[in-house]
Structure formats: structure tokens, C-alpha cells
């Protein structure tokens, strides 16, 4: 079709951020980071290569996800423990801080509850930033690979998706079926996964992950969590996802419990302030 006249003028208009964050609540993580260093290790939990493991982690605790053997992404659900309807709500994390999280964001939860689940108190890889392609680590704009969509695009019934792993990491967990379970599990945080979108087409691509053994990545539970991990068939996404192709790695899951009184002062976040009558 023939542009209009003013094409370019209409291109040049700037942007404007939607969700300015100046007002957004700013977590203490000098407080994070002192409870942290006298934190010690509770459990650990582990994500075999394509499988996913589920673990909690009491509000006041951290979680580390820790790459252990050879360069591997994961795909991280959380749950509000006590009620698992309000969850990761990775659209709305994204619209707060962008596309990739790192040190000092948030993983915000779902409506009605909407308030912070969990804070990226220390990130192995943030100086990875933002390179040449585009791309970064740790995103939320991947749902996660999932059988229904491998099916559309190559046929076939393929089981060890994240999602699949996440729906039978939950079932397991809960005592539910698969079927049960499935509703419950949502888009992910692509975690140690390098990502962005191509410039000229604007697809979501993937690229060989950063990330070797011993990075990490080290959250502050702001509530009482229940999370799964899975450790995607992918591996490091340098290639494909969704088959037995790739070289694959555990992940391991690190719960940690502060010392008593180390977050003097420190309260759990409430549900949001909104009062819900939606103008009724």
C-alpha cells in the first residue's frame, strides 16, 4: 500500500513509557543482601535435565537457582502457597521492568492479589546487559515450550516440554492429576535463557546462554511460595527446544533461611490496595 504523506512524521513520534516506576515500592536489598550473607542452606532441591522439580519457600527465606554441570536454562512457575490461584504474573512483570529482570526487581503475582512474590537479590550474570542483537538474560516475554505448539509446528507427542514438566511437577506435588494441574501452570521466567526480538520482523528468537556452572540467581520469598522449575530441553537454547537433541543439565534449587532477627522490621507485602467493586 502507498504510505501517507506523513509517514515519517508519524514514525517519529517519541515514546512514552506506560508504567513509569518512581512511585513503584523500592525493596530494602541492603537489608536483603546483610540477611543473605548470614543465611544458611535448608534443602536442596533438583531439576534433572528435562524434568522439573517443585519446592516451597517460607515468606522471610531466599531461593537460589544454581547452574551446576554445563550451561542450562530454566523455566520457573511460583504459587502463592496458600492459594494457588493467585500466581507469576510474568505480562505485568514485564510491563513494570521490561522485558529481561535482574538484581533489585520483582516478580509480581496476579489480580486480585497483585502485590511482590519474590526480589532478585543477586544476579550472577547482570553483567551480561544488553548485547549487540538485542538479547539478555532472564526474560519474561518466552511463555515456555509446551507440547501444543512443538504439535502445530513438527508433529509428533513430545512430553518433556516445561510445560509438561511443570504441569507434573505441580500434580506430583499437590496430589492432583495432570489434568487437574495443568490450569494452575503458567508463563514462566525464563531463567539464565538470552533472548530478544529480531529487528527486522520482530520474532522472539533465542541465542546460546551465558550462563556456566557456579552463576546463580538469588531470590527474597516476600510470601509464602510454591515453585517449579524446569530444566529445559533445550539446554542452553543455542540450537532448538522441544526434543531430546540438545545436551541437557541439572539445575539445583537452594532454599536458605536467614538468622533469627536479621530482617528486623521487615513485613510481607499485602494484596493490592484496589478494592475490587470494578465500579459496581
Same mark, same amino acid.
Given at each position: 500500500?502507498?504510505?501517507?504523506?506523513?509517514?515519517?512524521?508519524?514514525?517519529?513520534?517519541?515514546?512514552?513509557?506506560?508504567?513509569?516506576?518512581?512511585?513503584?515500592?523500592?525493596?530494602?536489598?541492603?537489608?536483603?543482601?546483610?540477611?543473605?550473607?548470614?543465611?544458611?542452606?535448608?534443602?536442596?532441591?533438583?531439576?534433572?535435565?528435562?524434568?522439573?522439580?517443585?519446592?516451597?519457600?517460607?515468606?522471610?527465606?531466599?531461593?537460589?537457582?544454581?547452574?551446576?554441570?554445563?550451561?542450562?536454562?530454566?523455566?520457573? *512457575? =511460583?504459587?502463592?502457597?496458600?492459594?494457588?490461584?493467585?500466581?507469576?504474573? /510474568?505480562?505485568? !512483570? #514485564? +510491563? @513494570?521492568?521490561?522485558?529481561?529482570?535482574?538484581?533489585?526487581?520483582?516478580?509480581?503475582?496476579?489480580?486480585?492479589?497483585?502485590?511482590?512474590?519474590?526480589?532478585?537479590?543477586?544476579?550472577?550474570?547482570?553483567?551480561?546487559?544488553?548485547?549487540?542483537?538485542?538479547?539478555?538474560?532472564?526474560?519474561?516475554?518466552?511463555?515456555?515450550?509446551?507440547?501444543?505448539?512443538? *504439535? =502445530?509446528?513438527?508433529?509428533?507427542?513430545?512430553?518433556?516440554?516445561?510445560? /509438561?514438566?511443570? !504441569? #507434573? +511437577? @505441580?500434580?506430583?506435588?499437590?496430589?492432583?492429576?495432570?489434568?487437574?494441574?495443568?490450569?494452575?501452570?503458567?508463563?514462566?521466567?525464563?531463567?539464565?535463557?538470552?533472548?530478544?526480538?529480531?529487528?527486522?520482523?520482530?520474532?522472539?528468537?533465542?541465542?546460546?546462554?551465558?550462563?556456566?556452572?557456579?552463576?546463580?540467581?538469588?531470590?527474597?520469598?516476600?510470601?509464602?511460595? =510454591?515453585?517449579?522449575?524446569?530444566?529445559?530441553?533445550?539446554?542452553?537454547? /543455542?540450537?532448538?527446544?522441544?526434543?531430546?537433541?540438545?545436551?541437557?543439565?541439572?539445575?539445583?534449587?537452594?532454599?536458605?533461611?536467614?538468622?533469627?532477627?536479621?530482617?528486623?522490621?521487615?513485613?510481607?507485602?499485602?494484596?493490592?490496595?484496589?478494592?475490587?467493586?470494578?465500579?459496581?
Amino acid at each position: 500500500m502507498t504510505q501517507p504523506a506523513d509517514a515519517e512524521d508519524r514514525r517519529a513520534i517519541p515514546p512514552v513509557i506506560c508504567y513509569p516506576t518512581a512511585t513503584l515500592p523500592r525493596p530494602d536489598l541492603a537489608l536483603y543482601r546483610a540477611a543473605l550473607d548470614g543465611a544458611e542452606v535448608t534443602e536442596t532441591h533438583v531439576a534433572a535435565p528435562r524434568e522439573a522439580a517443585s519446592f516451597t519457600v517460607p515468606a522471610g527465606h531466599f531461593f537460589r537457582i544454581r547452574s551446576v554441570e554445563g550451561p542450562q536454562v530454566g523455566d520457573l *512457575n =511460583l504459587w502463592n502457597a496458600n492459594d494457588i490461584s493467585e500466581r507469576f504474573y /510474568s505480562g505485568k !512483570t #514485564r +510491563a @513494570l521492568h521490561g522485558t529481561h529482570v535482574t538484581t533489585g526487581e520483582r516478580l509480581w503475582s496476579s489480580f486480585p492479589g497483585f502485590r511482590p512474590m519474590a526480589t532478585i537479590v543477586e544476579d550472577s550474570l547482570d553483567w551480561y546487559g544488553i548485547d549487540a542483537y538485542g538479547s539478555s538474560v532472564h526474560d519474561v516475554i518466552g511463555t515456555r515450550c509446551d507440547p501444543y505448539t512443538h *504439535n =502445530l509446528l513438527s508433529g509428533g507427542q513430545y512430553h518433556h516440554c516445561c510445560h /509438561s514438566n511443570l !504441569t #507434573r +511437577a @505441580l500434580a506430583q506435588h499437590l496430589g492432583m492429576t495432570t489434568a487437574e494441574a495443568e490450569p494452575h501452570v503458567h508463563d514462566v521466567l525464563n531463567v539464565f535463557m538470552c533472548t530478544g526480538f529480531t529487528r527486522d520482523t520482530g520474532q522472539y528468537f533465542m541465542k546460546a546462554s551465558p550462563v556456566r556452572p557456579g552463576d546463580q540467581l538469588t531470590f527474597f520469598s516476600e510470601i509464602d511460595l =510454591l515453585g517449579a522449575l524446569s530444566a529445559c530441553p533445550g539446554g542452553d537454547c /543455542s540450537a532448538e527446544h522441544s526434543s531430546d537433541a540438545a545436551r541437557c543439565y541439572p539445575l539445583e534449587i537452594d532454599i536458605l533461611a536467614p538468622a533469627e532477627g536479621a530482617l528486623q522490621g521487615w513485613e510481607s507485602p499485602a494484596r493490592s490496595g484496589y478494592d475490587g467493586s470494578h465500579g459496581m
